[in-house]
């Protein structure tokens, strides 16, 4: 009878909330970006911004506009009820009404790596790289990192328009000539969330993260010689391109990045005349007209803005890519050469190699007594070392193996601390395989992967007094082998348009060191009251603007080349095996990485410099690429900002995006045979020169022919076409195939990858 009541009581009140649900969620407002056919604007109004005025207020009196923009869409942001949002959507000269979405973070050694400093002499004149602008949209910067030291810098470039706009904490005295240009946006996030908190973070550019501190000094940081965290990967730390500005765009906050604030500093940043855009966030996947980071980039691209992006650390899982527009630069992360070794000995003999970032007192060399954290917990994930789950009487005065999820890897440490724990191992799981990622754990800790935690592992579970200690090896040079893919960076194919191969390339993202917050400790934990001028964090947060430093570097030697150039010659110049020709790893298989995992290959600037020919792409491609979409007038217009209408007459085929990678999908019926052909065209960057085609496959199931096998280009910029036809043979099987593709004159190798599924 009890329980009756309770249940009578409980659907009656769930009555109620649902129709008071159903009212707030009519009532509920939330932001809109509203994309305006601006072509289509009436004669009788004064200019733009009355019209979308007055569009809005038709709809709603008292929606205030929160950003009117101007470059990268022509339309705004406001805050409406999905009822209002609905009415509007039908009205004339409104192309589209698309609700706000929530992007996230992706979250010195490493010039030498890339070959930079042995070949200084082949990069472009430090004047010209000075005239190159990086604009970073991320968590914004902290200023006094000597990494932003202007010291030797001549006057900013005379074409930059940007600004450096004060709040807490940061004036415009923050900025020099080296940073030149930093802003915040709010507007979205706080009409989302509320005012910013002033006192838990930074209403201005100043960086309380650390995150946007790292990405711009690794794209173009000064050089800072010394720089080290916690002894650590001591040595001189710089930007890809150390003589270029930055410019910051804050658009990340403690709540999140949001759409109508990304459009925002986009919007701002192509009127500021920035050169190259570096994003290390993303959103979920979809289409590239309601994503807001693929609208903002069509406009970049088209002023001749280099894009570049984080792939996303949704990997090792495929279809788990971010930012697969093919008007952006798509980057995954490899390993240095580097690494942080700490082994863990343990009572049996036994030695087991992890890594760690831990400075502080060591370990007594003696063997301390050593417990599983699932042993010492009454939790049912006793074994995450999540917060207050550990016993104390089962861990005081020892070593805790804890495994890696769930909650922050840092923060395990930091719960066993508590505890009163004296250390800990923390083993990987499936899920992470045998990478490791190093961290400047609160207490004497280190990381090993799946293999050597499980050994680890049954050593404790099958010994009642279990013992061991960890040793610290600080910082080693020259591991092989080096570049590995990394496992957390996402992998292909590409979910929204698998015709376009997508990472394009990887470059370094696992234990990178560059500038920091000194808002916060190198764990960014809120009990971590250390403070450091450099960190060491991974993510293709981190390899992206590597990319973006590189693509400095190309546009200042080459400031004729287009985006899609720039890209092209680091695609068509990267590499995908080790000196001794074995394919580039991937951590997570301990196998031969594919296209789907590494694109193009890792990235080699000193060979891009000068990669002979190029895969160009226009405007016009661009649009045609759309139409080969099926994209709706509309949905065209609203991406591009024009009244664009496909050629009903017209043949458009994904086939035909003159793109340096080849993603083939190709029918596989037993008994007929079947074949796909690819066209694609090269530019002449180099000298007068005849290239000569060959094809390399992972099976003989698809043959690859070219046509024709040999081009020769007689002066610079002269443009040639081929056609590569894929075909079935009667091997056809369901397994991806791979390949690569490489014109060579002897001198320059243009090569590009291919990646065949079945249908
Ligand atoms: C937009 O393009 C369409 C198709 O080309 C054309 O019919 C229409 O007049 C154009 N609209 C404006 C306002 O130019
Ligand atoms: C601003 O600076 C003051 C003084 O250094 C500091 O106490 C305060 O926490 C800072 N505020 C923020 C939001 O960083
Ligand atoms: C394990 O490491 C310790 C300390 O470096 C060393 O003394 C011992 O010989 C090693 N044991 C094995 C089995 O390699
Ligand atoms: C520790 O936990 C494992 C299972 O996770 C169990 O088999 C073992 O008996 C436990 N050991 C102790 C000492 O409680
Ligand atoms: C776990 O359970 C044991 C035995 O039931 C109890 O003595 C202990 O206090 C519990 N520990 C925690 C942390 O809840
Ligand atoms: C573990 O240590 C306890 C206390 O020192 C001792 O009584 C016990 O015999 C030891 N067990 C084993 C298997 O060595
Ligand atoms: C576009 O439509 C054409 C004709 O219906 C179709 O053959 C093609 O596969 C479609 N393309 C895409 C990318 O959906």
């Known amino acids: ?172 005295s923050n900025c020099n000539r080296k940073l030149i240009g930093a802003r915040f946006f709010s507007r979205g996030y706080e009409a989302a969330l509320g005012p910013v908190d002033a006192t838990k973070e930074s209403r201005s550019p100043r960086d309380d993260d650390g995150h946007g501190t790292h990405t711009s000094s690794t794209a173009a940081g000064s050089i800072v010689s010394d720089a080290n965290l916690l002894g650590y990967a001591a040595g001189t730390a710089r930007g890809m391109a150390a003589r270029a500005r930055v410019a910051v765009y804050k658009v990340c906050w403690l709540g999140g990045c949001f759409s109508s604030d990304i459009l925002a500093a986009m919007d701002k940043a192509i009127y500021d005349n920035v050169n190259v855009l570096s994003l290390s966030l993303g959103g979920s996947m979809s289409d590239y007209y309601r994503d807001s980071v693929a609208i903002g980039a069509f406009a970049a691209m088209e002023k001749g803005i280099f894009v570049s992006c984080s792939a996303g650390n949704a990997g090792p899982s495929s279809d788990s890519l971010s930012n697969v527009a093919p008007w952006i630069t798509t980057v995954g992360a490899g390993t240095l050469d580097r690494d942080f070794p700490a082994y863990v000995s343990l009572g049996n003999g036994q030695n087991y190699s992890g890594v760690s970032l831990y400075r502080g007192d060591s370990l007594p060399g003696k063997l301390l007594p050593f417990i599983y954290a699932g042993n010492a917990s009454n939790a049912t994930s006793g074994n995450l070392c999540m917060t207050g789950t550990l016993n ?54 280190t990381a090993v992967g799946q293999k050597r935690g499980d050994a680890i592992k049954d050593y404790l579970l099958s010994n009642q007094n279990a013992t061991a200690t960890i040793f610290f090896e600080g910082t080693k040079l020259g591991i092989e082998p080096s570049p590995v893919v990394s496992a957390f960076s996402s992998r292909g194919p590409n979910s929204i348009t698998p015709g376009v191969l997508k990472p394009d390339m990887i470059a370094p993202g696992v234990n990178i060191l560059a500038g920091w917050s000194g808002a916060v400790g190198p764990t960014g934990l809120a009990t971590d009251k250390r403070r450091v001028g450099f960190n060491i964090i991974s993510g293709t947060s981190m390899s992206c603007p590597h990319v973006s430093g590189l693509a400095a570097l190309l546009k200042a030697a080459h400031p004729d080349w287009s985006p899609a150039a720039i890209r092209s010659a680091l695609m068509t110049t990267a590499y995908t095996a080790y000196k001794d020709g074995n394919m580039i790893q991937d951590v997570a298989t301990g196998k031969p990485s594919t296209p789907f995992d590494h694109g193009a290959g890792h990235v080699d600037p000193v060979s891009a410099l000068n990669p002979g020919l190029v895969y160009d792409l226009t405007v016009e491609d661009h649009l045609n690429f759309l139409c080969a979409l099926n994209y709706t007038a509309q949905q065209i217009n609203s991406l591009a900002r024009r009244n664009f209408s496909c050629d009903s007459s017209k043949q458009y085929s994904l086939n035909d995006l003159n793109y340096p990678s080849f993603a083939v999908s190709i029918q596989s019926q037993m008994g007929s045979t079947n074949e796909v052909k690819h066209t694609r065209t090269l530019t002449n960057v180099g000298s007068p020169g005849m290239y000569k085609v060959s094809v390399s496959t992972t099976s003989a199931s698809v043959k690859i022919s070219v046509e024709p096998a040999t081009l020769t280009f007689s002066q610079t910029n002269e443009k ?22 490489v014109w060579s004159d002897g001198k320059h190798s243009v090569g590009s990858p291919v990646a065949i599924s079945w249908t």
């Open 1 to 172: 009878m009890f329980r009756f009541q309770v249940l009578v009581v409980v659907i009656l009140g769930f009555c109620q909330l649902s129709v008071e649900a159903k009212k707030n969620v009519e009532q509920k407002k939330q932001t809109y970006i509203i994309h305006m056919a601006k072509f289509e604007m009436p004669v009788s109004f004064e200019d733009h911004a009355h019209w979308y005025d007055s569009s809005l207020k038709s709809v709603s009196k008292s929606a205030e506009m929160l950003y009117t923009y101007s470059n990268v869409i022509h339309g705004f942001s406001t805050r409406l009820t999905a009822k209002e949002a609905q009415i509007l959507e039908n009205r004339p000269g409104i192309l589209s009404v698309l609700p706000e979405m929530k992007y996230e973070l992706h979250t010195t050694r490493t010039p030498s790596f890339l070959g930079l400093d042995q070949n200084a002499n082949l990069f472009p004149e430090s004047d010209s790289v000075s005239e190159v602008v990086v604009g970073v949209l991320d968590t914004g910067v902290w200023p006094e990192s000597k990494s932003f030291d202007d010291t030797g810098f001549g006057p900013i470039p005379s074409s930059w328009k940007g600004e450096c706009e004060s709040g807490t904490n940061f004036t415009s």
């Open 392 to 445: 104390p009487e089962k861990v005081s005065g020892k070593i805790v193996l804890c495994e890696r999820g769930v909650n922050p890897r840092v923060q395990k440490g930091y719960v066993v601390k508590e505890a009163g724990g004296i250390g800990m191992v923390l083993t990987n799981t499936a899920a992470n395989g045998e990478e490791l990622v190093a961290d400047a754990h609160l207490l004497p800790a």
């Open 720 to 741: 040639k076409s081929y056609t590569v036809t894929f075909s079935t043979t009667s091997k056809a099987s369901k397994t991806n195939v791979f390949g690569r593709i």
